[in-house]
């Protein structure tokens, strides 16, 4: 089948009348509809002394639905209210309306449909030790080991089950358990006795999470939104039944059907499931590539002319509250289809990054679970905005969050599984980070060459990963540059590639 997505903007405007109202609307050509204003096509909103003067304010929102309830929202506001908006004081608006404003305040809390309602486990279950709750994590690779290097700072005891007793997870833990992470009873088992469970990568047994979920265990995310994502096709289908932009794709079933779509290249064929780090995606150019192609349940993906690749990190808590890291404008190797470096924040226009955040609080909003979500996005060449795809956990693409906001993605998620309020997102300072991977022609015990002469740079900190075997492009570990000015992010980030190699002895 044939899927797409038309793309529409709508504008919620003000405009200062001249008896010092405000009149408040909604369309999609905001240049025509001021200029019928003027002109006497609304003379039923006026009167001889109430006129229309100025075109004082207004946001750009992509779905129809916000868009009329935000107009809905405004119409609702006191004058004073009204003003503050206009004039930018989000402070003053706050105090007035007890309300959580988003995408920098500039859209209304789109979470108040969020279903948070989860069975609580009485306080005679808790597994409590020195009154620490007891968190779970599925999965003991780098994710894990930041993780756990954040819950640190928290009265919490922490468990991991990974396959590997040696991950680099296994020895920051306070209790592991070797366990294959996509068996029913190893999963169920693990996290019976404990008060949360969170991931670390999608291939996990969602069938034991929501067991545990109906037995009380809390599951960040939920195991319906981790459903969703998991598998390509599913997600795909999720963004169109929820007026999601997108690209346009098509589901195959087997290799074979791809003959039937030849028109439809150049296009990106992705496995529904077991695709990570790069792999199950192949780019199918021409009808040349077809024998590239997956004999399995996929997503053909028609190819955008991508100008940017954004990716938004979300943090959702059980009640809904939700809080937006700046955006970051990623630079991927083509090669191996991995990260290569990145830059926060994006430096895109203010009306594209609305439209950016708005579109990733729609993604979180119709998932309906608390957690860590990172959206990734194209922008298009006229700045229309589409998802790719959304991971549920903490992501490669928040890794420069430890040094450079006030709160980093994996405290974030510690805030959101313990209950503790939402921290800042707010930058430090600007930042790159780059992935070390393995280099080519090269397999064995990891050996890092370059390090002593990148950590003379000022502000550069270094992630490694604790992996012993090395292999090419695999990740070992990641570097993070904070600076004013992105030029210098740039340089030292070109720096760093050149300079520092994961090979082995």
Same mark, same amino acid.
């Given at each position: 089948?044939?899927?797409?997505?038309?793309?529409?903007?709508? +504008? &919620?405007?003000?405009?200062?009348?001249?008896?010092?109202?405000?009149?408040?609307?909604?369309?999609?050509?905001?240049?025509?509809? @001021?200029?019928? !204003?003027?002109?006497?096509?609304?003379?039923?909103?006026?009167?001889?002394?109430?006129?229309?003067?100025?075109?004082?304010?207004?946001?750009?929102?992509? %779905?129809?639905?916000?868009?009329?309830?935000?107009?809905?929202?405004?119409?609702?506001?006191?004058?004073?209210?009204?003003?503050?908006?206009?004039?930018?004081?989000?402070?003053?608006?706050?105090?007035?309306?007890?309300?959580?404003?988003?995408?920098?305040?500039?859209?209304?809390?789109? *979470?108040?449909?969020?279903?948070?309602?989860?069975?609580?486990?009485?306080?005679?279950?808790?597994?409590?030790?020195?009154? =620490?709750?007891? &968190?779970?994590?599925?999965?003991?690779?780098?994710?894990?080991?930041?993780?756990? =290097?954040?819950?640190?700072? +928290?009265?919490? #005891?922490? %468990?991991?089950? #990974?396959?590997?007793? /040696?991950?680099?997870?296994?020895?920051?833990?306070?209790?592991?358990?070797?366990?294959?992470?996509?068996?029913?009873?190893?999963?169920?088992?693990?996290?019976?006795?404990?008060?949360?469970?969170?991931? *670390?990568?999608?291939?996990?047994?969602?069938?034991?999470?929501?067991?545990?979920? $109906?037995?009380?265990?809390?599951?960040?995310?939920?195991?319906?939104?981790?459903?969703?994502?998991?598998?390509?096709?599913?997600?795909?289908?999720?963004?169109?039944?929820?007026?999601?932009? $997108?690209?346009?794709?098509?589901?195959?079933?087997?290799?074979?059907?791809?003959?039937?779509?030849?028109? @439809?290249?150049?296009?990106?064929?992705?496995?529904?499931?077991?695709?990570?780090?790069?792999?199950?995606?192949?780019?199918?150019?021409?009808?040349?590539?077809?024998?590239?192609?997956?004999?399995?349940?996929?997503?053909?993906e028609k190819l955008i002319s991508i100008k940017k690749e954004i990716a938004v990190i979300i943090a959702v808590a059980d009640n809904g509250e939700n809080a937006l890291y700046p955006s970051v404008d990623m630079v991927f190797d083509n090669r191996l289809n991995l990260l290569d470096y990145q830059?926060?924040?994006?430096?895109?226009?203010?009306?594209?990054?609305?439209?950016?955040?708005?579109?990733?609080?729609? &993604?979180?909003?119709?998932?309906?679970?608390?957690?860590?979500?990172?959206?990734?996005?194209?922008?298009?060449?006229?700045?229309?905005? %589409?998802?790719?795809?959304?991971?549920?956990?903490?992501? /490669?693409?928040? !890794?420069?969050?430890?040094?450079?906001?006030?709160?980093?993605?994996?405290?974030?998620?510690?805030?959101v599984m313990l209950g503790y309020p939402l921290g800042s997102t707010e930058h430090i300072l600007p930042a790159a980070i780059v992935n070390l991977l393995g280099a080519e022609g090269y397999n064995g015990e990891a050996l890092y060459e370059g390090l002593h002469e990148i950590l003379q740079i000022?502000?550069?900190?270094?992630?490694?990963?604790?992996?012993?075997?090395?292999?090419?492009?695999?990740?070992?570990? !990641?570097? $993070?540059?904070?600076?004013?000015?992105?030029?210098?992010?740039?340089?030292?980030? /070109?720096?760093?590639? =050149?300079?520092?190699?994961?090979?082995?002895?």
């Open positions: 089948m044939f899927y797409t997505t038309p793309q529409t903007l709508y +504008y &919620v405007y003000i405009i200062l009348c001249s008896d010092d109202s405000y009149y408040i609307g909604l369309t999609d050509d905001l240049i025509r509809r @001021f200029d019928d !204003h003027l002109h006497g096509k609304f003379e039923t909103c006026y009167t001889f002394k109430r006129r229309p003067l100025i075109l004082q304010y207004y946001e750009t929102i992509p %779905f129809l639905k916000d868009a009329v309830e935000r107009e809905k929202q405004m119409k609702g506001w006191s004058r004073v209210k009204k003003k503050a908006l206009i004039e930018g004081n989000f402070h003053k608006l706050q105090l007035l309306s007890q309300c959580n404003n988003l995408s920098h305040h500039k859209y209304k809390d789109l *979470e108040q449909g969020l279903d948070s309602a989860r069975p609580q486990k009485s306080s005679s279950t808790l597994r409590l030790r020195s009154g =620490q709750l007891s &968190v779970g994590i599925l999965g003991g690779g780098q994710l894990g080991r930041m993780l756990l =290097q954040a819950a640190a700072d +928290y009265p919490v #005891e922490t %468990f991991v089950m #990974e396959n590997d007793e /040696n991950c680099p997870a296994a020895h920051l833990c306070h209790h592991f358990t070797k366990g294959d992470i996509t068996n029913f009873d190893d999963v169920y088992n693990f996290g019976k006795n404990l008060d949360a469970l969170t991931i *670390e990568i999608e291939a996990v047994n969602e069938d034991a999470l929501e067991k545990l979920e $109906t037995e009380g265990v809390r599951i960040y995310p939920k195991p319906s939104a981790l459903r969703t994502i998991k598998n390509k096709i599913l997600q795909k289908q999720f963004y169109k039944d929820n007026e999601i932009p $997108t690209s346009e794709f098509i589901i195959t079933q087997t290799k074979t059907d791809l003959n039937e779509h030849t028109g @439809f290249l150049p296009a990106a064929h992705k496995l529904a499931t077991g695709g990570y780090d790069g792999r199950g995606v192949e780019l199918l150019k021409t009808k040349d590539d077809l024998n590239k192609a997956f004999d399995a349940p996929a997503v053909l830059i926060s924040p994006a430096d895109i226009a203010e009306k594209v990054l609305w439209k950016v955040e708005a579109v990733a609080l729609k &993604v979180v909003k119709e998932l309906k679970s608390p957690g860590i979500f990172a959206v990734e996005l194209f922008i298009d060449m006229d700045d229309n905005v %589409f998802v790719n795809e959304t991971a549920p956990r903490v992501h /490669n693409s928040g !890794h420069h969050t430890i040094e450079a906001n006030y709160s980093s993605q994996f405290d974030m998620l510690w805030r000022e502000n550069v900190f270094v992630h490694i990963y604790g992996k012993k075997q090395t292999k090419p492009g695999r990740k070992m570990g !990641h570097i $993070t540059i904070l600076s004013k000015e992105k030029q210098e992010l740039i340089h030292q980030a /070109n720096r760093i590639k =050149q300079t520092v190699r994961v090979v082995s002895k």
